[in-house]
C-alpha cells in the first residue's frame, strides 16, 4: 500500500542553524514527491516536488530535498533556517497510477528558536 | 498569480445539519480534489473530480458526502447529514490537465456541535 512516513513529529532549530526533515515512502512505482508547508491558519503551500531527473530539486524560500531511491526518501534540508520557517511541512507522495492523489505523511512542526 | 479560493472560512453547524463548502479553483485547470484534515492528524484525500465526475473517492467519501460543479467556476462539497466527527479542516485543490502539482486552497475549518 501507498504510505509516507515522517517520523519527527516535532523538530526545533536554532535560527540561522541547518535543517533537514525526514520523509520515507512506500509505493509500487516511480513516485512523484511533494513537500508542502502550512503555515498556522494557513492552506498547503509547495515548496518543491520531484517527478523525474536530478535527484536534487530546488524550491522556493531556499529549500531543497533530495530522492533516493535506494533508501525511499525524500529529505527536505535548508542550509540555514529563518524565524518565518516556523511552520508544519508534509511530504506527499502523487498516486499517478490513479486520479493524481496525494498521500500524506503525518507532517513535522518546524519550532525555530531565536 | 491565480489562486485557489474557498468560502467560507469558518462553518459552525448543528449536527445532522446539512452544509455545503465551496470553492474555485483556478480557472484553467481542470482537476479538482477534496482533502481534510482532522486536528491534529495528517491531510487525508477525499475525492477527485474530472470531466463532470468522480474520478476516485476514499472511504471516507461515504454516501453523506457529495460533489458538484454547479457552474463553469465553482465546486463544492456538500455533507448531507453532519456528524461530530466531521470537524475538520477541509481544503479543495486543483491541477492542470499538463502538470502533476495540485493548487491547494486556504480551507474552510467546519465546526459541528
Known amino acids: 500500500a501507498q504510505s509516507v512516513t515522517q517520523p519527527d513529529i516535532h523538530i526545533t532549530v536554532s535560527e540561522g542553524a541547518s535543517l533537514e526533515l525526514r520523509c520515507n515512502y512506500s509505493?509500487?512505482?516511480?513516485?512523484?514527491l511533494f513537500w508542502y508547508v502550512q503555515s498556522p491558519g494557513q492552506g498547503l503551500q509547495l515548496l518543491l516536488k520531484?517527478?523525474?531527473?536530478?535527484?536534487l530539486v530546488q524550491g522556493i524560500k531556499g529549500f531543497e530535498a533530495e530522492f533516493k531511491r535506494s533508501q525511499s526518501s525524500f529529505n527536505l534540508r535548508k542550509p540555514s533556517v529563518h524565524w518565518s520557517d516556523a511552520a508544519e511541512y508534509f511530504c506527499?507522495?502523487?498516486?499517478?497510477?490513479?486520479?493524481?492523489?496525494?498521500?500524506f505523511g503525518s507532517g513535522t512542526r518546524l519550532l525555530v528558536r531565536p | 498569480e491565480p489562486e485557489v479560493t474557498q468560502t467560507p472560512s469558518h462553518q459552525v453547524t448543528q449536527m445532522g445539519q446539512e452544509v455545503i463548502l465551496r470553492c474555485v479553483p483556478i480557472?484553467?485547470?481542470?482537476?479538482f480534489y477534496w482533502y481534510r484534515q482532522i486536528l491534529g492528524q495528517k491531510v487525508e484525500f477525499l475525492v477527485s473530480?474530472?470531466?463532470?465526475?468522480?474520478?476516485?473517492k476514499s472511504e471516507i467519501f461515504d454516501d453523506q458526502f457529495s460533489v458538484e460543479r454547479p457552474d463553469g467556476s465553482n465546486f463544492t462539497l456538500k455533507i448531507r447529514s453532519t456528524k461530530l466527527e466531521d470537524s475538520a479542516m477541509y481544503f479543495c485543490?486543483?491541477?492542470?490537465?499538463?502538470?502533476?502539482?495540485?493548487?491547494f486552497g486556504p480551507g474552510t475549518r467546519l465546526t459541528v456541535l
Open positions: 506527499a507522495v502523487g498516486a499517478m497510477d490513479s486520479s493524481y492523489k496525494l498521500i
Open positions: 509505493y509500487g512505482a516511480t513516485p512523484y
Open positions: 480557472s484553467n485547470h481542470l482537476y
Open positions: 485543490a486543483s491541477r492542470h490537465s499538463g502538470r502533476n502539482e495540485q493548487f
Open positions: 520531484y517527478f523525474s531527473g536530478d535527484t
Open positions: 473530480f474530472y470531466n463532470n465526475e468522480i474520478s476516485e
